[in-house]
């Protein structure tokens, strides 16, 4: 069913473009300073910063309200509402036409929003999600991903789970207009990716990625950040239902990446692993590359998935300076 996405074909306007900011947070009052500083720190400077504490959290708010900026905003909901809805909260209160969500523990590098609203102006209409390579830094690796970017005609769901395309939320930049006709889903446990989906196959919304790295993805495992793991069961049923946002060849790693993940971590025996795997293939279709996923994510965790991507880094990080794609991070990150 397609959405009137209501995507508008945008006015010239006159001077610099509003583009607003929306941080989630909740007990974190060092990390989302550190995040607001960086949003302070860019070179587009006509911006409104809207921090959504999720409930009640004195600390985190004194904390912000130390930061004294006249463009920062604090929004307290007066109970934990979940990450989708406290960033649906942001976006109704965000006066900018363009929106750009960050997480509490990440950071921008200060040119993010001036070439991303660059490449937002060169379309004609604000039907897009516009995202950029990261840098994700963990206890053990820091890596510059995705490797690959989508291409114009990709399916989506085949992006995010055959070529292990992830859209990092905090490079997520995109039109308030987009925002509203397609929320984030409340108590969705992948509330990134079903939002992405929707929006794309729902909305038509255009999916373009900057080649340079302008963000920095705090991955490490005690960062505690909102949302978690969950049980498998309402993932499985949700991408049933749901299994026509997928193709044959992309819904059984749906099935190994989210829900086999997930019961692995409950520790449940081989045969409800083996469940999910057949699932997959029963709604989808058989593949040595979902065999050799399910593997993977069968026998290893995710910090020995990242020590075997670890091996990887240092060709990719060479392959990306050569290509230019690294935009002088690391002296950025210094200064």
Avoid at 45 to 52: A, K, P, R
Avoid at 75 to 102: D, Q, S
Wanted: charged share 20%; hydrophobic share 40%.
């Amino acid at each position: 069913m397609q959405i009137a996405a209501e995507c508008v074909i945008k006015a010239k306007e006159n001077g610099a473009i509003l583009v607003s900011v929306v941080i989630p947070t909740r007990n974190r009052p060092l990390l989302v300073g550190n995040a607001v500083r960086s949003v302070l720190n860019q070179t587009h400077t006509n911006i409104e910063i809207i921090v959504v504490v999720d409930g009640p959290d004195p600390i985190t708010v004194e904390s912000l309200q130390a930061i004294g900026s006249l463009q920062l905003k604090t929004i307290v909901n007066a109970e934990n509402l979940g990450l989708a809805e406290t960033r649906n909260v942001g976006v109704r209160n965000a006066a900018g036409n363009w929106v750009a969500f960050l997480d509490d523990d990440d950071e921008w590098l200060p040119r993010k929003l001036e070439k991303q609203l660059a490449l937002a102006e060169q379309y004609s209409s604000d039907c897009l999600i516009l995202g950029c390579r990261y840098i994700e830094k963990t206890t053990g690796m820091e890596r510059i991903a995705p490797s690959v970017l989508p291409g114009p005609f990709e399916d989506i769901s085949e992006y995010v789970y055959c070529k292990r395309g992830f859209i990092q939320p905090s490079t997520i930049f995109t039109s308030k207009n987009l925002l509203y006709a397609v929320p984030f889903t409340k108590e969705m446990a992948i509330e990134d990716t079903e939002w992405l989906l929707r929006a794309v196959q729902d909305a038509g919304a255009l999916v373009q990625v900057l080649p340079e790295a302008l963000s920095v993805f705090n991955n490490a495992s005690t960062q505690g950040r909102l949302g978690g793991a969950g049980p498998w069961e309402p993932l499985l049923t949700w991408g049933i239902a749901n299994r026509s946002r997928f193709t044959k060849r992309s819904f059984p790693l749906f099935v190994v990446m989210e829900c086999v993940t997930r019961s692995r971590l409950r520790k449940e025996p081989l045969y409800a692993k083996l469940y999910l795997l057949l699932t997959g293939w029963m709604f989808g279709a058989f593949s040595i590359e979902s065999v050799c996923y399910f593997l993977g994510y069968l026998l290893l965790g995710s910090h020995q998935r990242r020590k075997v991507r670890n091996i990887l880094v240092g060709t990719e990080k060479l392959r990306l300076i050569e290509e230019g794609y690294l935009g002088g991070w690391s002296k950025e990150l210094e200064e």
